[in-house]
């Protein structure tokens, strides 16, 4: 028979990086500011959804200014269409934090305890570069990046640091995960550093 987990936490703490806040401009005139669009969700180590731990409002709530009327799933690729079929809204959203460290704890109440992993999305629109240029990278430039790590549930604090993996679809038309981050530049640096650390009551 499995146990639940009670009275824990999981706690999320990612430190912004150099390129995480940006501007863009709107009409010639108006420039407004940029910020990632993030989430975090825990997997089993065979790869099913468990649970999302953090999703930034505008990537859950899938609006976007001046956005198709489907949003934009090139925002958060893996994340979304680990969503498809899910009508109920995350309990983990939160707006971007224009500076500082984010830090947000989740309930890992009825967690069987063992090994997960956690994974982690991070993405910022007209982040263009070199090998993602605007004429042909769409509103994203280059695309979400994909980082993740493995914590231990139910056998003392355990904390796992996330490292980048791979990347999720440019246009949002799946979710899969491409290996590897080469051609890559500011979007590697949206986060300087993120980590997760499970807190036994």
Not at 26 to 43: D, G, M, N, S, T
């Amino acid at each position: 028979m499995v146990t639940a987990i009670h009275g824990t936490r999981l706690t999320l703490e990612m430190t912004p990086g150099a390129d995480y806040q940006s501007t863009t401009t709107f009409l010639v005139l108006f420039k407004f500011p940029l910020y990632p669009q993030i989430a975090c969700w825990l997997e089993t180590t065979d790869g099913r959804f468990v649970s999302t731990l953090y999703v930034t409002a505008k990537g859950a709530t899938k609006r976007w200014f001046s956005s198709p009327a489907g949003g934009r799933p090139e925002a958060l690729p893996v994340w979304y269409h680990l969503q498809k079929g899910t009508a109920k809204m995350p309990d983990a959203v939160s707006a971007a934090t224009a500076s500082g460290a984010i830090r947000h704890d989740s309930p890992a109440a009825g967690l069987p305890p063992g090994r997960y992993v956690a994974m982690l999305e991070v993405n910022r629109s007209y982040d263009y570069n070199e090998k993602f240029p605007r004429a042909t990278a769409g509103v994203n430039g280059q695309p979400s990046v994909i980082y993740r790590c493995e914590i231990v549930v139910g056998q003392g604090t355990s904390t796992g640091i996330f490292v980048s993996f791979g990347t999720g679809s440019l246009d949002g038309s799946s979710g899969g995960i491409t290996p590897g981050v080469e051609g890559l530049t500011t979007a590697l640096t949206l986060i300087d550093s993120a980590k997760i650390t499970y807190q036994p009551s």
